[in-house]
């Protein structure tokens, strides 16, 4: 296993960070290793709070034509308390822990010895392996997305037992039969909110009632089992092998889990009848998974040490020359995007699937304002296009409940979608602050993964049938929301997550519009135009968008030569505020680029200087991002580097700024997934950028990354892309596709015979 592939430790983790983390898309589990007592800490991705509902909220209609013409008249105080008191509607239902599978072993005496635990992210097996009194000891563990299981198998030098326990705060009824131990549970019916603090509630009435579950962990030893009560009990083995499975009654975020719920019990039991072969599973478990993660492979030239990951981490703080631990972390995102995204689960959410709180930070729901979006940005440059599956029936599904957000949020076409969705695909805004709350621009943003999807994929049937629908649909609703004054167009009034300015002596986060809503409309109506170009179809619409883009506002820049934020040159509340929404346009959009347009390109590194480099972890992860489009590899290599730094388990901390967990996870803090797939698309960014018809090799390669290769990248076009690189510049390509590319390689630009 080389060391760009693995993370190992020389110690069980203490806490929950520390664990390493295995899953399938729908199971996931983290991996402590303890010695005496081992836990598997759990999760499947549709344990939820709730139940579909209608969030709309009465007279919204009136509430936002009453703010948008305050914020006309230039009294933004007024209509952000207009919209705060009168418009915001309720909170996201929460993502939930399974609960813990606990075995405890029946050793004592010497500490252990030789001790090591791991994960291979090469073959996606986590293990745990020591000796004590004399025995070897060795455990494995992985998640099987054909099988819909976790494997675990336990092997000793010599006879001995352990006992099985599971436990969860979700009603749970365990109980103990021949071979398996069953958990069944329940979900609490509803998530309320008072004054910023959960409160989930169960209820007796069948109507309010939640999701349903029942799991099962079946064992298979060459010792005895004994099953007894609450618990199973194996003595006397040398090899056993468990499977554990669960199954939901979650029918579908518009049926009623418990009235229309799906069967769920027999389905458990019909998923452990059905493995029984260790290797055999374990062997097909890994082809499925190689079959993804093996496409892409990079190397980078230099140092890489051979030191257990939480002090190679520490040691990276001091010494920035283990190129190998980028690598390491590169894959491991990779890694962790497979594990927690795959056809039929549900998308990745703000922790992927691994959530240890039973009051989860903003309830680990699917922030739409950057952190879902996020979690699939490596998703297709990496040639994972399986993996993007979840997020575009996702948004299939929330142009559905955004058709009555739309309507009955603004009496609006089309359909929208705020800054929080659940598994219910909540679309209406939840409650609290405007600066966040009142924000429709994801349903725009999630529409460019929909048409990305077609550009790296090349699938014009995805095009016709799937996206350019839901795109015409979000489209739809920005035109009817739209305002025009004094001949300009643009969406009335306009917040930018989150951060806000000063006014009048004030502090506001609502102004007339703001820079990112009017660039995700404009990327948006761009796309569309494209598409219908594509299809050869519906161009009485496209020249509608073309005509509204003429007279919609244009970048502005501001006395300091920063790309302006909303409509005017005010003051900002938080100069160095962790969201950079203003500069959605250079990414992940690709309206402003250095080649094409470098004016608004020196005015986005401006704002990038003023906000500056520090920031939360995802909030790093979207800067690498910024910098490689403005081909500088230094400042992107820089904030990698930052993200590199190791943090402790510190609960939710903004103004530290973030970094990295002992398990590699990002640090917000708290854990959040983003940062890490940020860190994986940013690091493809500088390698590799496909953009406005061409392709550039290394368009943001730091100084010190003299050397290296890449293979199996994806460019836009279904056009896959081996890179060489030696002294800095690309000693050797090579383009897998059909036709021709326009590439720019070593600052040429070439035509590409594939």
């Known amino acids: 296993m080389k060391n760009t592939s693995l993370l190992y430790y020389t110690a069980p983790a203490e806490s929950w960070t520390q664990a390493l983390p295995i899953g399938n898309g729908t199971l996931g589990a983290m991996i402590f290793g303890g010695v005496k007592t081992e836990k598997l800490a759990l999760n499947h991705d549709e344990l939820w709070t709730g139940k579909p509902k209608n969030t709309v909220r009465e007279g919204a209609p009136e509430s936002f034509e009453k703010a948008r013409k305050l914020a006309l008249e230039g009294d933004y105080h007024a209509a952000r308390e207009e919209i705060e008191s009168n418009f915001l509607s309720t909170w996201s239902q929460a993502y939930l822990p399974l609960g813990d599978l606990i075995f405890e072993f029946d050793t004592d005496g010497e500490k252990a010895k030789k001790y090591r635990r791991y994960l291979d992210i090469s073959s996606a097996v986590a293990g745990v392996e020591y000796t004590q009194n004399g025995t070897d000891y060795r455990r494995e563990f992985f998640a099987s997305y054909p099988h819909k299981v976790i494997a675990v198998c336990f092997e000793s030098s010599a006879p001995s037992g352990f006992n099985v326990k599971i436990d969860s705060k979700l009603k749970p009824a365990v109980k103990a039969e021949g071979d398996i131990l069953w958990l069944e549970g329940e979900c609490p019916g509803e998530n309320v909110i008072d004054n910023e603090c959960p409160r989930k509630t169960y209820f007796d009435e069948p109507e309010n009632r939640g999701i349903l579950f029942r ?102 703080r001091r010494n920035k020359n283990d190129t190998g631990l980028i690598v390491l972390m590169y894959n491991y995102g990779r890694y962790l995007a497979i594990s927690s995204s795959r056809p039929g689960s549900q998308p990745s959410n703000l922790q992927g699937i691994w959530s240890d709180r039973y009051d989860a930070p903003w309830n680990a729901n699917y922030t739409v304002n950057i952190n879902t979006e996020m979690n699939y940005w490596p998703v297709l440059m990496t040639n994972m296009q399986q993996v993007n599956e979840p997020l575009v029936q996702m948004i299939k599904e929330l142009s559905v409940t955004g058709r009555e957000a739309a309507r009955g949020m603004y009496n609006a076409a089309g359909w929208c979608s705020h800054h929080n969705v659940d598994l219910w695909r909540l679309a209406t805004p939840v409650g609290g602050n405007a600066c966040w709350a009142f924000w429709h621009g994801s349903s725009g943003w999630l529409c460019r993964h929909l048409f990305e999807h077609y550009e790296y994929s090349g699938d014009t049937d995805f095009l016709k049938n799937t996206a350019y629908p839901i795109m015409k649909g979000a489209a739809e609703f920005y035109l009817d929301i739209m305002t025009e004054q004094d001949g300009e167009m643009f969406l009335c009034p306009g917040t930018s997550p989150e951060n806000g300015f000063k006014y009048k002596g004030k502090e506001v986060n609502m102004g007339k519009y703001s820079t990112m809503s009017m660039s995700i409309a404009r990327d948006l109506f761009r796309n569309i135009i494209k598409a219908s170009e594509i299809l050869g179809t519906d161009k009485e619409f496209a020249d509608k968008l073309k005509s509204t883009l003429e007279k919609m506002h244009e970048f502005k820049t501001g006395s300091d030569g920063q790309l302006l934020e909303f409509d005017g040159d005010y003051p900002e509340t938080e100069k160095h505020h962790r969201h950079v929404s203003h500069l959605y346009a250079l990414h992940p959009a690709d309206i402003i680029t250095p080649e094409e347009t470098p004016e608004l390109a020196k005015a986005c590194r401006r704002t990038l200087e003023r906000r500056g480099d520090n920031g939360t972890g995802w909030s790093l992860g979207w800067k690498i991002n910024f910098w490689a489009r403005l081909n500088d590899g230094n400042h992107a290599l820089k904030l990698i580097e930052m993200q590199l730094r190791p943090v402790k388990s510190s609960g939710i901390v903004y103004t530290k700024g973030g970094g990295t967990y002992e398990n590699l996870f990002d640090a917000h803090p708290p854990f959040q997934i983003d940062g890490n797939f940020g860190f994986v698309s940013g690091v493809t960014e500088m390698l590799l950028r496909s953009s406005n018809g061409k392709i550039y090799l290394l368009p943001a390669l730091p100084d010190s990354w003299p050397q290296g290769e890449v293979r199996g990248l994806k460019a836009k076009g279904n056009i896959t892309v081996d890179i060489v690189w030696e002294n800095g510049k690309v000693k050797d390509y090579r383009f897998y596709g059909k036709g021709k590319a326009t590439a720019v390689i070593n600052g040429k630009e070439v035509i590409v015979d594939m």
Do not use: W
Request: glycine share 8%.
């Open 215 to 316: 799991s099962g962990i079946k064992v298979i030893t060459d010792g005895l089992i004994r099953a007894e009560g609450e618990e199973i009990a194996v003595s006397g083995a040398r090899k056993t092998v468990m499977f554990f499975a669960c199954v939901t009654s979650f029918n579908g975020f518009d049926r009623h889990p418990f009235l229309d719920g799906k069967e769920y019990k027999k389905a458990c039991e019909e998923i452990l009848e059905g493995v029984s072969d260790y290797e055999k599973i374990k062997k097909t478990a890994q082809a499925d998974y190689e079959s993804i993660y093996s496409k892409v492979s990079l190397e980078i030239d230099g140092e890489s040490r051979d030191l257990p990951t939480d002090k190679r981490l520490t040691a990276f």
